[in-house]
């Protein structure tokens, strides 16, 4: 097994540590294997983006978070995921509510996300998302090279590359945050 590091997380391919990835994670990596998702163990205390970074000695702008959004057209209620830098602030008021023609754009209830996605809080993550969901994915992400993102659980970071991001199924490239 090899390791790389990222700041001081050691991480090794998430295909050989399936007990560190949540179910739909795992569920959806084996149905799109690639070798260069990394995963890497990590204090579930510290999944928070403010303490992970500066345990593991990674820059907010190294990391994506994903934020779910819901948005809502008369009775229509919509989830999607929204990936930023851990540096920026996703506009969705903004971009966001625009982007999905909705009437009102807000922050979806954790456990509304939690029971949707069989994740857990602070590492809610793209891949493994409902199918129906769409993924955003902010250009300075999509920009990125290695980037950190959650893996489904508290206890597990995964290592991707914006591409990689911007490459899964039912994202879309678009400037939804505000730096």
Not at 38 to 51: N, R
Not at 101 to 107: E, G, L
């Amino acid at each position: 097994m090899s390791t790389t590091r990222f700041g001081t997380l050691e991480l090794a391919p998430a295909a050989e540590h399936p007990e560190l990835l949540a179910a739909p994670v795992r569920d959806f990596l084996a149905a799109h294997p690639d070798e260069r998702v990394l995963v890497g163990a990590i204090d579930a205390v510290l999944a928070d983006t403010a303490a992970f970074c500066a345990r593991y000695e990674v820059d907010p702008s190294q990391g994506a978070n994903c934020v779910v959004v819901e948005a809502r057209r008369g009775e229509t209620r919509t989830l999607v995921a929204c990936m930023i830098l851990g540096s920026d602030r996703i506009d969705v008021n903004g971009a966001v509510r625009r982007m999905l023609d909705a009437r009102r754009a807000s922050f979806a209830p954790l456990d509304a996300v939690i029971e949707a996605t069989g994740m857990q809080y602070g590492g809610v993550t793209p891949l493994g998302l409902p199918a129906e969901w769409a993924i955003l994915v902010d250009e300075a992400v999509a920009a990125s090279g290695p980037l950190i993102v959650g893996a489904g659980i508290r206890g597990a970071k995964l290592l991707v590359t914006g591409e990689y991001l911007a490459g899964l199924p039912g994202a879309r490239v678009a400037p939804i945050a505000q730096r």
